[in-house]
C-alpha cells in the first residue's frame, strides 16, 4: 500500500514561491508515475506537473517555466518548487502516484491534460493561496 502525506503549502503574495513535499512510503520511485495536481473550488482536479518512470518530466502550459518537479529517491520525497506565483495558482495541491508501472500516454491525454482517474494513490492534499 502506498501513502503520501504532502505538506509545504500555506499564503504567499502574488510572484512569490512556495515549494510543496510529498513524502511517499515504499519503493514507489521505482517504476511508478508520480504526480502535483491541484483543484481550485468548483474547478476539475488539474495535472500540474509530473515524472514519468524512465525520469521524464511533463508540465501543465500554465505553469511551464514557473513550477518544478524533482524528486530525492534516498529521501522517498517528491517537490514541486512553485515560482512567480499568480492569484490563479490558489488551489489544494495533491500528490499522486501510479504503478507499479504506468504509461505516459495513459494519464496524459492529447491535449496535454492529465487524466487523474488514471492515479491510483494519492495524499491528503496542502493548501496553497496566493494573494494580489
Known amino acids: 500500500q502506498v501513502q503520501l502525506v504532502e505538506s509545504g503549502g500555506g499564503s504567499v503574495q502574488a510572484g512569490g514561491s512556495l515549494t510543496l513535499s510529498c513524502t511517499a512510503s515504499?519503493?514507489?520511485?521505482?517504476?511508478?508515475?508520480m504526480a502535483w495536481f491541484r483543484q481550485a473550488p468548483g474547478k476539475e482536479r488539474e495535472g500540474v506537473a509530473a515524472f514519468d518512470t524512465d525520469g521524464s518530466t511533463t508540465y501543465a502550459d500554465s505553469v511551464k517555466g514557473r513550477f518544478t518537479i524533482s524528486k530525492d529517491k534516498a529521501n522517498n520525497t517528491l517537490y514541486l518548487q512553485m515560482n512567480s506565483l499568480k492569484p490563479d495558482d490558489t488551489a489544494m495541491y495533491y500528490c499522486?502516484?501510479?504503478?507499479?508501472?504506468?504509461?505516459?500516454?495513459?494519464?496524459?491525454?492529447?491535449?496535454?491534460?492529465?487524466?487523474?482517474?488514471?492515479?491510483?494513490?494519492w495524499g491528503q492534499g496542502t493548501q496553497v493561496t496566493v494573494s494580489s
Open positions: 515504499g519503493d514507489t520511485f521505482t517504476n511508478y508515475c
Open positions: 499522486a502516484a501510479e504503478g507499479p508501472g504506468c504509461y505516459y500516454s495513459d494519464y496524459v491525454s492529447k491535449d496535454g491534460s492529465f487524466r487523474a482517474a488514471k492515479f491510483g494513490y
